[in-house]
Structure formats: structure tokens, C-alpha cells
């Protein structure tokens, strides 16, 4: 089993085990009111160790999707409000997550 802990997101040069990089805590976004709302799309994107192949996102618990390494890019078609975006990994090891909040506005 591993020994590996979540470590904290003060350092901005590594990664720990996992960290959401884009979009950051407490973004804000606004509907563009030219676009459908079904055509707005937010990109996710996170960092994770070199073991972390594939990632499992949500967005207010709800898992929206799975994205490979490097990057884990996952579009999202935002609603709006306030919303809890998680990224979070797993094996028979290790559970490794993080979380942040963002808001959608028109």
C-alpha cells in the first residue's frame, strides 16, 4: 500500500498528488448572452503525480466525466450559481482528490 498523503496546494512550482490547476478557486464566470447557454463550455484541467492515468471529475458531487493524463481536460457546460468542481483519483491504494468552488453568473 502506499504511504503517499494529500499534501497542501501552497506550493505553486510541484504538484502534490492531485490539484486542480484551471479553472482556480473562487473563479467567477459570466453567461455570454450572445451564446446558448447549451453551447457555453467551461475547460477543467489538473496536475497530478505520474501515477495518476485517469481522473473522475464532478461538479457538485455529480460525476460529469473521466480524463486521461496529462492535462485531464473535461469540458462542462455551466449552470448558474455557486458549484463545488472535484477531480479525484483512486486505486487500490489510495483515494487522492481535490476540491474547489466556483461561480456561474449571467
Known amino acids: 500500500p502506499s504511504s503517499k498523503t494529500p ?3 501552497s ?3 510541484n504538484y ?3 490539484t486542480i490547476t484551471k479553472p482556480h478557486q473562487g473563479d467567477s464566470f459570466r453567461l455570454d448572452p450572445l451564446v446558448p447557454d447549451e453551447n457555453e463550455q467551461i475547460i477543467f484541467e ?8 485517469t481522473v473522475q471529475w464532478s461538479v457538485d458531487g455529480k460525476v460529469i466525466g473521466e480524463s486521461p493524463a496529462p492535462d485531464f481536460r473535461q469540458k462542462w457546460a ?3 450559481g455557486k ?9 487500490d491504494e489510495e483515494i487522492i482528490e481535490d476540491k474547489i468552488w466556483i461561480e456561474i453568473t449571467r
Not at 458549484?83 to 486505486?91: C, K, L
Open 83 to 91: 458549484h463545488q468542481v472535484g477531480v479525484r483519483f483512486s486505486s
Open 46 to 53: 489538473a496536475r497530478g503525480d505520474s501515477n495518476v492515468e
Open 11 to 13: 506550493s505553486s512550482t
Open 7 to 9: 499534501s497542501s496546494k
Open 78 to 80: 455551466p449552470q448558474l
Open 16 to 18: 502534490p498528488l492531485l
